[in-house]
């Protein structure tokens, strides 16, 4: 289900985008790379911002611009939402007079109802009469994307829109994030180079270096490419969808179920049947060939390996692959895998792969030593 | 104290300044936007030509004027064929050559102004379906508003402050021509000086307390910006 074409080539000189993606029509897309990696660019070519001369974009069926055909619409014929870096509130106008700015000038207005949502969600319902100078920077954020919502776009486009804020106001602003992320049909276009957000946000993830798609895909397979520079980082890891199944009290433990079987994790605080997204780094995870009996680890999970590649630091880099289990699967919603087979990143050294003989088929037990919960 | 033809040459400077200076708005604020914004290669030309009144001995430019404006000049033939006679001393004429004169103290505010306004904030407009002349009325507008106060209020002034542009170009023609700054001239020529000592306090009041406004509210930069 392709919603989202979008083809470019532009040459600056020193930079130069050439993309071809097909991107889904729902969830959120992360498109992640360094800067320069031209993520921005491609962002601000499909917003009609800038015009790349050679370009073909396609939106719900729309045509947005056709270089062949000589078509461009311009930004504003564009149904989007856009929020930059910076919260880039009008000064002169207050909070209010902001969000009303767009909505003036469409024609099926939404209606209030729309726009209380958004506000309640956001959480910027008291903060209508004030300046935009006399907000933080974490409000100034929150009410631009209040501003892009409320014109009901068919797609929102989100450039790093944390980057300029800091770590306290980050987390201030990530589970509302989260939220919009549950409750949105519209897809979004997520620019950024942190690894957080795109663990935290993304389904689809697009891997940019210089101009260029690395890689495209769910978040679990893209993430778990091995020729893509992402698993051999120090911060590799994988995301699974998981849903809390129990809780033990006594233990202080939770345990969620995901496509391939069950983890326990340090206590949640969400209801049974709340979904979770759950982060395993590649760095947490060892190997054994056979099933530990005693260990301390609690979460140990038979898996195959499907692949092995060098690391840095004479690392290995192990990617395995989970058996699915059939009356675990049914029971998650998994938006990240259409396969429903879970993938996991494994750094261990290359020393322990070569004792081990680890090789590609091989029937393992990975131990998961630590992991983090998103939301 | 101030006689009735004194109190009619401060009424005529006033019209010809506030004609003027609307003039130079309308005429100004479509031009620094566009010199603002452009990349063409015309841009250093027209600045130029914009800014040079700032440094132009207004005798050279008056008759410059004079010349173009006459019955011989292109300007005066297209004028007189229009049916609109020659512009040199008259009320109209007067008006064309304060606007020239002055258009630099309306334009130089306004493109300051305007280049101050980030293009995110344009950009920004954009993408909440605000067309490009739309974003100019309900955006740079209003973050531009402390510019095209001052460029008014600097326009004005400086046009009530002209003299010889209009000795070359209007003459001396009482209620027509007469502005305050040759009345002042008259009266010292005739050795009025109580007369010109009014009006010249009049003006001198009026130009400080106009920069006072300036530096003081609106608190603009010195006007000494001229090729910034």
Redesign the interface.
């Known amino acids: 289900m392709t919603t989202i074409q979008a083809c470019f080539q532009l040459d600056y000189g020193d930079f130069k985008l050439d993309v071809d993606l097909k991107l889904p029509g729902t969830g959120i897309t992360v498109l992640f790379g360094h800067s320069g990696s031209g993520k921005t660019t491609l962002l601000r070519c499909i917003a009609g911002l800038q015009r790349a001369p050679q370009g073909k974009l396609e939106i719900n069926g729309h045509v947005w611009q056709d270089s062949e055909r000589d078509l461009f619409l311009p930004t504003h014929k564009r149904p989007l939402g856009y929020v930059f870096q910076e919260a880039n509130l009008f000064p002169h106008l207050s909070v209010q007079d902001n969000l009303h700015y767009g909505l003036k000038r469409i024609k099926q207005n939404p209606g209030s109802v729309k726009l209380e949502q958004t506000l309640e969600l956001l959480g910027i319902s008291h903060l209508m009469q004030r300046m935009p100078e006399h907000l933080s920077g974490g409000e100034r954020q929150r009410v631009a994307i209040a501003r892009a919502l409320a014109l009901n776009p068919e797609v929102l486009l989100m450039d790093e829109p944390l980057a300029s804020l800091d770590f306290k106001r980050k987390q201030e602003i990530l589970p509302f994030l989260s939220r919009l992320h549950q409750q949105l049909d519209i897809p979004v276009l997520y620019v950024t180079h942190s690894q957080q957000e795109v663990a935290q946000l993304a389904d689809t993830l697009v891997i940019l270096e210089d101009g260029r798609a690395l890689a495209s895909g769910s978040l679990s397979e893209t993430q778990s490419r091995l020729d893509v520079p992402l698993a051999q980082d120090r911060e590799a890891a994988t995301v699974w969808q998981a849903t809390v199944a129990e809780h033990e009290a006594d233990y202080h433990l939770t345990r969620v179920a995901f496509a391939g079987g069950s983890l326990s994790l340090p206590a949640v605080d969400a209801e049974v049947g709340t979904p979770l997204r759950v982060q395993i780094y590649a760095r947490d995870v060892s190997i054994a060939l056979e099933a530990p009996t005693a260990t301390s680890i609690l979460n140990v999970l038979p898996a195959t390996i499907t692949g092995i590649a060098d690391g840095r630091d004479s690392q290995s880099v192990v990617l395995l692959r989970l058996p699915r289990m059939a009356e675990v699967s049914q029971s998650v919603g998994n938006r990240c895998d259409q396969v429903g087979n879970q993938t996991l990143l494994a750094y261990i050294t290359r020393k322990s792969a070569l004792m081990l003989g680890l090789q590609i088929g091989m029937a393992v037990y990975v131990q998961i030593k630590g992991t983090s919960i998103l939301n | 104290m101030l006689t009735s033809a004194d109190l009619d040459t401060l009424l005529l400077t006033g019209k010809i300044a506030g004609i003027a200076t609307a003039l130079m708005l309308l005429i100004g604020t479509p031009l620094a936007w566009w010199l603002t914004r452009t990349s063409s290669p015309f841009k250093g030309i027209i600045n130029t030509l914009v800014a040079l009144p700032l440094v132009l001995p207004p005798s050279v430019l008056g008759f410059y004027l004079l010349v173009l404006m006459g019955p011989a000049g292109p300007v005066g033939k297209l004028t007189v064929w229009l049916g609109l006679g020659t512009l040199p001393f008259t009320f109209a004429g007067l008006v064309v050559a304060s606007v020239l004169y002055s258009i630099p103290f309306v334009v130089q505010p306004l493109q300051a102004s305007f280049s101050s306004i980030s293009e995110?904030?344009l950009?920004?407009?954009?993408?909440?379906?605000?067309?490009?002349l739309?974003t100019f009325f309900?955006?740079v507008v209003?973050?531009a508003k402390p510019g095209f106060l001052s460029a008014a209020i600097l326009g004005f002034a400086h046009t009530v402050g002209e003299f010889g542009v209009v000795l070359m170009v209007g003459g001396n023609i009482p209620d027509k021509t007469r502005v305050v700054s040759v009345q002042i001239y008259n009266h010292v020529e005739a050795l009025e000086y109580s007369e010109a000592h009014w009006l010249a306090g009049c003006l001198l009041l009026f130009s400080f307390s106009v920069l006072l406004v300036l530096y003081t509210v609106l608190k603009t930069q010195p006007v000494a910006h001229p090729l910034k």
């Open positions: 995110q904030a950009e920004a407009a954009a993408t909440l379906r605000a067309s490009p739309d309900s955006v209003p973050l």
